[in-house]
Structure formats: structure tokens, C-alpha cells
């Protein structure tokens, strides 16, 4: 009869595989969130855009930590794309989601907040700079 560790170790990867699986709903579930938190609409996304602010740098080192730790656990975070985003805020954000979609700056400067979101989830140890 297998002890609990041997259970353990064989399910491990079912466990992981189905973590993955779950990360980006989870994900969109968040970025949702913090919309919503920041109070996101098309005149604050028209003004960060024109003036090129970085959310990585505004971004609390809570947030960061956590964006770092997901990070880690997932391997890396290529599944967040801008399509990714304008997806999950379209139904609760659809001002700001057509914004990225039909304005070409917007969309130019999304595209770079995901990645200073991604290299600073690399290089940040999430306690800020």
C-alpha cells in the first residue's frame, strides 16, 4: 500500500499541470481587479498614455511581490499579452478596452507596460526600486 508521500509525488504533476491551466483566468481575474482598484477609465488611460507613465513604477511593492512570486511559480508570464488584457477588462472596462484597440499610441503603450511588467517581474525581487 503507498504511503502519502509516494501518493503525493505521483499527483505532483497533475496538481502543477492543472495550476497552469489556472493561472491565467486568475490572472484576468486580477488585472480586473485592479482596474477596478485604480479606478481605470478612458480620460486616466488618455493621460498615462500622452505622458508615458510607467504602472511598474506606481505599482505598490505588494503588488510586485506578487507579480514576482507568480512569476516564479508559473516559469514565466508570455501568456500576458495585450490581447490578454484588453480580453479580461473588455466586459467591465469597454471604453478603455476600445481605446487600446482603436488608438494606435494606446495600443503602443500597453504593449510596453506588459513588458516592463515582465522584465520587472524578472529583475525586481519585488520590494521595489
Known sequence: MPNLDSIKRRIAPFGKGLML???PGMAAGTINEMFHQWHV???LITQ???SNRSLWD???SD?????CLLSQKVGNLDFITPEFLIDSIRKDFPGVAS???NWPEAAEWLEGQINELKAGAIED???GA
Open 125 to 127: 525581487n519585488g520590494e
Open 48 to 50: 498615462y498614455v500622452r
Open 99 to 101: 481605446l487600446f484597440l
Open 63 to 67: 503588488k510586485r511581490r506578487q507579480i
Open 41 to 43: 477609465d478612458v480620460a
Open 21 to 23: 491551466e489556472m493561472i
Open 58 to 60: 506606481e505599482m505598490g
